[in-house]
Nanobody, 126 residues
Framework: QVQLVESGGGSVQAGGSLRLSCAAF????????MGWFRRAPGKEREGVAVISADDGRTYYGDSVKGRFTISLDNAKNTAYLQMNSLKPEDTAIYYC???????????????????WGQGTQVTVAS
């Protein structure tokens, strides 16, 4: 069973940057798609970004395109989410997630992910 450990959350001013890390421990051979969802108070869980472990293809939610970049270090079994130009509406708990289904198939559906990190709080002050 894969375990995901997140780090890098915190509090920043609007326009600032943060980098989230998600380290995968255990067998990762079946985790074809890995990335982040987020949940803000009063909002449904939202797909942020995922990356394919097979070919490196990336997918982003519309609200973060052009500001966030996801990457994967296969040697370290670690994914990174670089978040730039942060906005107050980015404030949420960010959860790393992984599944053994290709990212191209309905990647933003949270119930399709069996493995989740503990979550990390990101707060962006206005």
């Amino acid at each position: 069973q894969v375990q995901l450990v997140e780090s890098g959350g915190g509090s920043v001013q609007a326009g600032g940057s943060l980098r989230l890390s998600c380290a995968a421990f255990g067998y990762t051979g079946s985790s074809d798609c890995m990335g982040w969802f987020r949940r803000a108070p009063g909002k449904e869980r939202e797909g942020v970004a995922v990356i394919s472990a097979d070919d490196g293809r990336t997918y982003y939610g519309d609200s973060v395109k052009g500001r966030f970049t996801i990457s994967l270090d296969n040697a370290k079994n670690t994914a990174y989410l670089q978040m730039n130009s942060l906005k107050p509406e980015d404030t949420a708990i960010y959860y790393c997630a992984a599944r053994n289904v290709r990212c191209s198939l309905n990647w933003a559906f949270p119930l399709g992910y069996a493995t989740w990190g503990q979550g990390t709080q990101v707060t962006v002050a206005s």
